[in-house]
């Protein structure tokens, strides 16, 4: 059973950055795809970026594309997502997720850090 811990949510202006940080337990971390996913209000919960098991493989939503950045660190069992230039959409409870196969359902999850953009 792997257990994943997002932190680094928060409050901040339109054109700021955070950076978010997810650290897994209770399993072998650098066999798992990573992503982050998010869910605003009212919304269906969406795919942000994810990142392969060595770091090399990098995926993104059309929306994000240029202003965040995925990456993992595998000898701290920690993937990261560093939002630049942010906006008042971004808003959302973002996600990270783990699977062993990617393109099939993640098999864990977070609880989720909330990230609000004010205008």
């Known amino acids: 059973q792997v257990r994943l811990v997002e932190s680094g949510g928060g409050l901040v202006q339109a054109g700021g950055s955070l950076s978010l940080s997810c650290a897994a337990s209770?399993?072998?971390?650098?066999?798992?795809?990573m992503g982050w996913f998010r869910r605003a209000p009212g919304k269906d919960r969406e795919f942000v970026a994810g990142i392969s098991w060595s770091g090399d493989n990098l995926y993104y939503a059309d929306f994000v594309k240029g202003r965040f950045t995925i990456s993992r660190d595998n000898a701290k069992n920690t993937v990261y997502l560093q939002m630049n230039s942010l906006k008042p959409e971004d808003t959302a409870v973002y996600y990270c997720a783990a699977t062993k196969v990617p393109g099939t359902p993640y098999d864990y999850w977070g609880q989720g850090t909330q990230v609000t953009v004010s205008s």
């Open positions: 209770g399993g072998t971390f650098s066999s798992y795809f």
